[in-house]
């Protein structure tokens, strides 16, 4: 059973902080790895994806990943009050576009 | 560029009845994805589909659900008969294998089961 976890939260930061979200996974094939930011009422949307060890950056999110420990996380730097969503991990194995996702984490980012 | 359209965006209906749900995916994208949310289960994968065929409905929780994709840029997901407990957020992603396998969700249909 492939299994994606993540802190429920909420994760509460004040505005101009850093976020930092962490997510890890089981299984040691999974290839690929994806964070969705949802809305309250909205659908997840897709913000960040990341294939290979290291950290990629884009704006004021980073994303980094670390296969050897099956740790992926999400950074979100000067955070805003609009940042404040639930954050879902998502993990495929790359063979197949099958994704597991984790049950998300909530982000409050306090004015 | 449009993204992953659905209808409709709000059912209500009685227990018992047929529920039809629709996608239109991307355009261009190859794999297409029935997902459920409620708050008790999180983000459950219904059925996927690779090229209009079926590859994986493990999720599908009873014969009641089926889900169909009779060409690349539609798809219904068919509750028969509803029930109460199907009450949930129903979402239909895209992907283009090709393109990392991002998947693109659809606005969801919020269905309410009476």
């Known amino acids: 059973q492939k299994e994606v976890e993540q802190n429920s939260g909420p994760l509460s930061v004040p505005e101009g902080a850093i976020a930092s979200l962490n997510c890890t996974y089981s299984d040691r094939v999974s290839q690929s790895f994806f964070w969705y930011r949802q809305y309250s009422g909205k659908s997840p949307e897709l913000i960040m994806s990341?294939?290979?060890?290291g950290d990629k950056e884009d704006g004021r999110f980073t994303a980094q990943l670390n296969k050897a420990s099956q740790y992926v996380s999400l950074l979100i730097r000067d955070s805003q009050p609009s940042d404040s969503a639930t954050y879902l991990c998502a993990v495929n194995e790359g063979n197949f576009n099958k994704f597991y996702f984790g049950s998300g984490t909530k982000l409050n980012v306090k004015p | 560029d449009a993204g992953v359209i659905q209808s409709p965006r709000h059912e209500v209906t009685e227990m018992g009845q047929e529920v039809t749900l629709r996608c239109k995916p991307i355009s261009g994208h190859n794999s297409l994805f029935w997902y459920r949310q409620t708050m008790m289960r999180g983000l459950e994968l219904l059925i996927y589909f690779n090229n209009n065929v079926p590859i994986d409905d493990s999720g599908m929780p009873e014969d009641r659900f089926s889900a169909k994709m009779p060409n690349a840029s539609f798809s219904t997901l068919k509750i028969q008969p509803s029930e109460p407990r199907d009450s949930a957020v129903y979402f239909c992603?895209?992907?283009?294998?090709?393109?990392?396998?991002?998947?693109?969700f659809g606005p969801g249909t919020r269905l309410t089961v009476l």
């Open positions: 990341i294939y290979s060890n």
């Open positions: 992603a895209s992907s283009l294998r090709e393109m990392g396998n991002e998947q693109f």
